[in-house]
């Protein structure tokens, strides 16, 4: 083959080159696929990497609650809720105004009945109940001053002070030993000159001996109207 037919050949393949070269759109279509494949791996990547560090903070999270003090927690377990607070005795016991001359069930077998002369308690079944009253109006008790009845069965004692006087009481306490009870007030509507009040507590053992009872009554701003230690307590 001489020169001549070498460049006759070579342009024909040229030019059958150029006939199959592909369009400028399937190259464009093309560039375009191959971003997309290239973007998809970068996000494929990003999102592996971001599960990763995830699960690593999980685990030391979980290294770190299991290593501190007090956390001993299997499987399963649910923290246990911290000890509830104490609830502590009302600053301010209830009050009862009651009508006069009424027999009142207060519960444990207690029976109170008020009046303008006298206080009177029960303690026992309705069936059997006896009062014992104490006069409020013929000066046996001076004005101002606080006394105590106390009434026990086999199932507990019943604490009943009685207050004479001018005041508006309004709270009252009985202290046996060391520990302080208030009392719940009971009085007549108005200022009737005196004001009751009864505690009951659970029966002690014998084996405990005596109590030392300390009796106060106070007013609605916390003021002291009368206290008594009761002789023999």
Not at 124 to 149: E, H, I, K, M, W
Not at 201 to 217: D, H, K, W
Request: charge should be positive.
């Amino acid at each position: 083959m001489n020169h001549e037919d070498e460049n006759l050949l070579r342009h024909a393949l040229e030019r059958e080159a150029l006939r199959h070269q592909p369009s400028a759109w399937a190259a464009n279509a093309t560039a375009v696929r191959d971003r997309s494949v290239r973007r998809r791996r970068r996000v494929r990547a990003t999102v592996a990497v971001a599960l990763a560090a995830c699960a690593s903070a999980a685990v030391a999270a979980g290294a770190a609650l299991a290593g501190s003090p007090g956390s001993a927690l299997t499987r399963g377990e649910v923290a246990a809720p911290g000890p509830a607070p104490v609830s502590s005795a009302p600053e301010r016991p209830a009050v009862r105004i009651v009508p006069a001359d009424q027999d009142l069930a207060l519960g444990h077998d207690i029976w109170m009945k008020l009046s303008d002369r006298q206080s009177c308690v029960a303690l026992g079944p309705f069936a059997t109940r006896a009062y014992d009253c104490s006069s409020v109006t013929n000066a046996n008790q001076p004005q101002g001053t606080l006394s105590l009845r106390v009434n026990a069965d086999p199932s507990g004692t019943l604490y009943t002070p009685l207050y004479v006087g001018p005041g508006n009481a309004s709270t009252m306490t009985v202290q046996v030993d060391a520990t302080l009870y208030r009392a719940t007030v009971v009085k007549l509507a108005g200022r009737p000159g005196y004001a009751t009040g009864y505690l009951w507590l659970p029966a002690r053992s014998q084996a405990m001996g005596a109590s030392e009872l300390t009796i106060t009554v106070r007013d609605a701003q916390g003021d002291l109207l009368a206290s008594t230690t009761p002789t023999g307590s």
